[in-house]
């Protein structure tokens, strides 16, 4: 009986596709995924290669956009046919490559969009009232010894003008929820749009400069990296705020370090970095920078949305169904 058993599992195993997991993923969703596939993985994010043994045989990649997939590694999947980026990002994903190939591309779409934008409230809330300063205080057992005069005072947010880089699926509902702080809201991207009556900026430094509170939300191309430098921060102003939680190449780090430094800006807050996880001592030594640790996504809501986006587009892709969120070659 138990030569009868293994043998059946073994084909059972057999009988399940290979997938390669690029980054660590929750227990939850690692048995969800075990159930259906034989699931390679993770890879060591800083020399994806060599892959794991058994990880060439994966015929779909899951992966984050912040992280490489490059002709090489498409390369050494050689029966890949679906990278399916688990957030909404997919800028690490060589795209050129990926449609040469053949290679069918899934992001999560807005999977995610309203917890990313409810945090990103929050960011602007703690950066622009001071919250994370009053913690430390309280926590210091400094309120006794503060005064009045001590205690800086913040414009507030109603009536200040928030404007917002990119207006996607996070930036539409980034303005609604800035609405109801009565908080005036601009933006910029690439061209007007024609469903909103939100005033357009036809420039990053001209949103900047008619902006109280910078939120960061486009999607991260490498025709924008850095796109947030010195000229922006120095139109944002004395009075400005800056919130990142889209991607950190969009803002040039050590320009942001000079302006929270001089008081070029008033303050930052960030939720992704340059070289993220690794965030720099001058970041992390400054005391008008709120800084936490790229978890926008982090809600259960959100977290449960896109795993269905990722469960979906894995069944439909090996029952040869059409998939959800696919993006055109690029």
Known sequence: MHGR??????????????????????????????????V????????????????????????????????????????????SCYGTGYEGVD??????????LTHAGDANATA????????????????VRGDRVVRAGLWASLSIERVPQTPGLAGQRLGIYGLGAIGRKIAQRAAAFEMTVGYHG?????????????????????SDVLV???RAAAGNRHAVDGGVLAALGADGILVN?????????????????Q??????????????????????????????????????????AQQRVLLDNLDAFFAGRPLRSMMPPG
């Open 40 to 83: 390679h993985g993770p890879l060591d994010r800083q020399r994806p290669l060599p892959l794991p043994a058994g990880a060439e045989r994966a015929r779909a990649l899951v992966t984050l956009g912040s992280l490489r997939t490059d002709a090489a590694v498409i390369a050494a999947l050689p029966q890949l046919g679906l990278i």
């Open 245 to 261: 939680i889209a991607r950190g190449v969009l803002v040039d780090e050590d320009a942001l370090c000079t302006a929270l430094e």
């Open 263 to 304: 008081g070029t800006i008033l303050s930052a807050a960030l939720d992704v970095y340059e070289n993220e996880p690794n965030v720099s001592e001058r970041l992390r030594r400054l005391d008008n920078a709120v800084l936490t640790p790229h978890m926008a996504a982090l809600s259960r809501g959100a977290q449960a």
């Open 5 to 38: 058993t293994a043998t059946t599992a073994r084909k059972v195993i057999a009988m399940k596709p290979d997938i390669l997991v690029a980054m660590p993923i929750s227990s939850v969703l690692r048995a969800r995924l075990d159930e259906r596939y034989v």
């Open 190 to 210: 690439r061209a007007a749009h024609a469903d909103t009556d939100l005033p357009w900026f036809p420039s990053l430094e001209a949103l900047a400069a008619w």
């Open 216 to 218: 960061v939300a486009a």
């Open 95 to 104: 795209r050129a490559e990926a449609g040469r190939r053949g290679i069918g």
């Open 116 to 131: 990313v934008a409810e945090f990103a409230m929050g960011l602007v809330a703690a950066a622009g009232r001071n919250i």
